[in-house]
């Protein structure tokens, strides 16, 4: 069972930058398929960028390509997700997600219940 926190959220003005980290309790999470999900108020849940169990190969959300980029820093054991040129339109509760996931085919990356581990969640507010 691996634990995930997620920190790093808080309110940044149009324009500003956030880095969000999520860190996993145990060695294994080094080689886990991790993802970011967000979820605004009054909207479902939806996927932003996730991570290959190599650490290689990333995936990312139409909307984000470009200004977010994810990646894993090994030396903490977490999987971070830097993001530039914040809109308001970003602005909601962010999850961590990750499983013990061999493939690189987008619709399993890209969908929520390929994750059996999920993250609390940090506020992202991004104001106009």
């Known amino acids: 069972q691996v634990r995930l926190v997620e920190t790093g959220g808080g309110l940044v003005q149009a324009g500003g930058s956030l880095r969000l980290s999520c860190a996993g309790s145990d060695d294994a999470f080094a080689s886990y398929t991790t993802a970011w999900f967000r979820q605004a108020p009054g909207k479902e849940r939806e996927f932003v960028a996730g991570l290959d169990w190599t650490g290689s190969v990333p995936f990312y959300t139409d909307s984000v390509k470009g200004r977010f980029t994810i990646f894993r820093d090994y030396a903490n054991n977490t999987v971070d997700l830097q993001m530039t040129s914040l809109k308001p339109e970003d602005t909601a509760i962010y999850y961590c997600?990750?499983?013990?996931?061999?493939?690189?085919?987008?619709?399993?990356?890209?969908?929520?219940?390929?994750?059996?581990?999920w993250g609390q969640g940090t506020q992202v507010t991004v104001s106009s």
């Open positions: 997600a990750a499983d013990a996931l061999v493939t690189v085919y987008p619709p399993v990356i890209m969908s929520g219940t390929s994750y059996d581990y």
